[in-house]
C-alpha cells in the first residue's frame, strides 16, 4: 500500500510542473474520476482547449482558480 502512495506522489510532483495537463492528469490532481472531469469540462465549471476530437488540454493555472474557488 505505501509503494502505491509513493508511486502517486511522484505521478502528481510530475504533473504539478506542466502548463497543460490532460483530463487523466487533472482528475489525477483533483482526486476525481476522469468521468466527472470531462464533466466539469462540458458544464463549463473547468475551462479546456478541444484541439481536436478527442484531444482536450487544461491549462494548469484554470485548474487552481477552479480548486481555489470551491476551497
Given at each position: 500500500m505505501e509503494d502505491s502512495r509513493v508511486l502517486r506522489l511522484g505521478y502528481v510532483e510530475q504533473i504539478n510542473s506542466?502548463?497543460?495537463?490532460t483530463v487523466k492528469e487533472a482528475a489525477a490532481l483533483l482526486n476525481i474520476?476522469?468521468?466527472s472531469t470531462y464533466r466539469?469540462?462540458?458544464?463549463?465549471?473547468l475551462p479546456a482547449v478541444n484541439l481536436y476530437e478527442r484531444l482536450i488540454r487544461i491549462?494548469?493555472?484554470e485548474l487552481d482558480k477552479v480548486?481555489?474557488?470551491?476551497a
Open positions: 506542466k502548463p497543460y495537463l474520476s476522469v468521468r466539469l469540462v462540458e458544464e463549463g465549471s491549462k494548469r493555472s480548486v481555489t474557488q470551491f
